[in-house]
Nanobody
């Protein structure tokens, strides 16, 4: 599975962004797709995930502000981020988990700053 993530950028506090992750390859084998982030000097952490059956999980920091969704026709998973604050500044990565392996997309940088 190959993943292409995009949509990051510079946004002011309180603003919104939508990240996209387009998947290609053995898409039918994907069990879970997730968004992770890694801030400078910190470990990579899960932000949100969605299973092939539609079950969704959010990190506490994302609940109420972020929404993960998918468009099966476009083989794309989105992360809608609202009410962004400087603590959300990080490189965001998408991940696809299959029974056999885990694939990572290249990161997309989100910077929240005035």
């Amino acid at each position: 599975v190959q993943l292409q993530a995009y949509g990051g950028g510079l946004v002011q506090p309180g603003g919104s962004l939508r990240l996209s992750c387009a998947a290609s390859g053995s898409i039918g084998s994907i069990i879970v797709m997730g968004w992770y982030r890694q801030a400078p000097g910190k470990q990579r952490e899960l932000v949100a995930s969605i299973t092939s059956s539609g079950s969704i999980n959010y990190a506490d920091s994302a609940k109420g502000r972020f929404t993960i969704s998918r468009d099966n026709a476009k083989d794309t998973v989105y992360l809608h981020m609202n009410s962004l604050n400087p603590e959300d500044t990080a490189v965001y990565y998408c991940n696809a988990l299959t029974p056999f392996f885990s694939s990572w997309g290249q990161g997309t940088l989100v910077t929240v700053s005035s």
